[in-house]
């Protein structure tokens, strides 16, 4: 028996070349089952001081994750293309997933006597903003990813980080370019506004591009109802009915809201887009069959749910460490509604 082992002898016993084992047990980019295979030999054979490699991201083997949400992710179109980009990247993992839905008290009791009676690693939290129950969960101590999360004054403790799509500074871009270019002088949000932090971002970047631009922040020409109101296209348009005037260009909080102003709008005979422009957020399939055809911000959804995986990850592997904030890229795709 040899006294040390060797790059080599991990090579040869897992059938492969000596450089894509250095090239994993460095750090470098290899595909994660290779990186897996790698250090769970070296750990095995024990190369150097690999037993200390246990708790890394190549060997979390059989491993559980948890999905919350306090809603049916896959009646929503949206949450299907991030659910997506979860199995996909979960595919290079041994790792399983579960889904839990919260939708009153008891049912979070529930969870907590599952979380207790089960192995969870990690939990990623969708469509959850009810602030009292995270801060509960918080106190279990797990490692948890959000996607997107609600407005707080000051941070919680735990161990968290929060994923969303970046909305301030592409709403901003395009809000200031369709001052410049389209001469638009007055913008109103539509939405709840405090409802979560990806929605307050698509505010705040509405707001400042009026900043930037010299121009007036005017809430008169918003509809900025709590989260309790449908936002249907009957209270939207009751909402503009009794409104003191229709700005050049609404900004929706997302595309489900643009459809239903899009309906009222029509409703009131207030053309789209000769009196009024609307953008929408999200990109969702129904939003190009609109009449007319609805500009939005698309978010790389698949992106995103691959993301939440490397991010969890890196939270079981390294719990100490500091909370970030992850934004993923998004871009405008422009159509007839402004």
Do not use: W
Not at 100 to 126: E, M
Not at 137 to 148: P, T
Request: aromatic content about 8%; glycine content about 4%.
């Amino acid at each position: 028996m040899k006294k040390n082992v060797t790059i080599e002898d991990i090579a040869n016993a897992l059938n492969m070349s000596r450089n894509t084992v250095s090239k994993a047990l460095n750090g470098k980019h290899v595909p994660p089952k290779t990186r897996n295979a790698v250090i769970n030999a070296a750990i095995e054979m024990g190369y150097k001081g690999y037993k200390l490699a246990a708790s890394s991201e190549g060997s979390l083997g059989q491993k559980r994750f948890l999905i919350l949400s306090s809603r049916l992710l896959m009646n929503i179109n949206y949450y299907i293309f991030v659910l997506r980009g979860i199995e996909e990247d979960l595919s290079n993992y041994d790792i399983e997933l579960v889904q839990f839905s919260i939708t009153n008290p008891a049912s979070f009791s529930k969870l907590k006597h599952y979380l207790s009676d089960s192995k969870v690693d990690g939990i990623i939290c969708i469509e959850f903003f009810e602030p009292d129950y995270i801060a509960q969960l918080l106190e279990l101590g797990l490692a948890i990813v959000f996607l997107d999360f609600p407005l707080y004054n000051s941070p919680l403790k735990g161990k968290y980080d929060i994923i969303l799509p970046e909305s301030q500074d592409i709403v901003k871009n395009f809000c200031i370019q369709m001052i410049q270019q389209e001469n638009c002088r007055t913008f109103g949000f539509v939405g709840d506004y405090l409802h979560c932090r990806s929605f307050y971002e698509r505010f705040t970047g509405m707001r400042e591009a009026l900043f930037l631009s010299g121009l007036p922040v005017d809430l008169q020409y918003s509809i900025l109802d709590d989260d309790s109101m449908p936002y249907d296209s009957e209270m939207l348009a009751k909402a503009i009915r009794t409104s003191p005037a229709v700005p050049d260009c609404f900004v929706a909080a997302n595309d489900s809201i643009a459809i239903n102003l899009l309906t009222a709008l029509k409703s009131l005979k207030i053309r789209v887009p000769s009196n009024v422009r609307v953008i929408g957020f999200d990109n969702v399939a129904e939003s190009k069959h609109t009449t007319p055809p609805l500009t939005s911000v698309n978010v790389n959804k698949n992106a995103l749910g691959k993301k939440i995986i490397s991010l969890l990850l890196d939270r079981v592997n390294n719990p100490s460490q500091a909370n970030q904030i992850i934004h993923v890229a998004s871009n405008i795709v422009i159509r007839d509604s402004t």
